[in-house]
């Protein structure tokens, strides 16, 4: 994703938030599956950042590594699922 991608998302344009969705589920979802093996975890995490994404976007502007941030996101959210699934199991 471009800064300029960035931007516009930041500015509200759902064309090219729909675009970057589609440009990086796939991506996230491979990597989610070096995560975990259970596909509605990886489907779970997804939504939940491309959500967050979307709705903290104004205090993302100081966001420098985009690519980075999106990833880093995606695995924490996916790990404290996890951690959340296994201690409501053990529970």
Do not use: C, P
Not at 4 to 24: L, T, V
Not at 34 to 60: M, R
Not at 73 to 81: E, F, L, P, Q, W
């Amino acid at each position: 994703m471009t800064k300029g991608d960035w931007e516009n998302i930041i500015n509200n344009d759902r064309a090219a938030y729909s675009k970057f969705y589609i440009d990086y589920f796939k991506n996230f979802y491979n990597y989610g599956k070096k995560l975990t093996t259970d596909t509605s975890l990886i489907e779970d995490s997804i939504q939940e950042v491309f959500l967050d994404i979307w709705v903290k976007k104004q205090k993302l502007l100081h966001v420098n590594s985009i690519n980075s941030y999106f990833f880093s996101a995606y695995s924490t959210n996916t790990i404290v699922i996890k951690g959340d699934l296994i201690i409501r199991k053990s529970t």
